[in-house]
């Protein structure tokens, strides 16, 4: 028998590191936000930006684990 089976569900953390990714950052926390397995923690780790990104990851602030800018 495989030991996992009966270990609780590990959590998977995704960390996204942006700067000025308006263009993209909302397909990748979309794409993150899709996933099936549900133990999820997405951590955006943003580097100054000075375009829409941080808009963009405020109106998802609430499915992310953390956020830094």
């Known amino acids: ?4 089976i009966n270990e609780p ?5 995704i960390i996204t590191a942006s700067c000025n ?3 993209y950052i909302e397909d990748a926390i979309k794409s993150v936000l899709m ?4 133990n ?3 951590i955006i780790i943003d580097g100054g930006s000075t375009d829409r990104t941080l808009d963009i990851i405020n109106k998802y ?4 684990g ?3 800018s």
């Open 66 to 68: 953390f956020v830094s």
């Open 61 to 64: 602030s609430r499915n992310l």
């Open 35 to 38: 996933q099936t397995y549900r």
């Open 1 to 4: 028998m495989d030991a996992c």
């Open 21 to 23: 990714s308006e263009k």
């Open 40 to 42: 999820i923690e997405h």
């Open 9 to 13: 569900e590990l959590k998977l953390s």
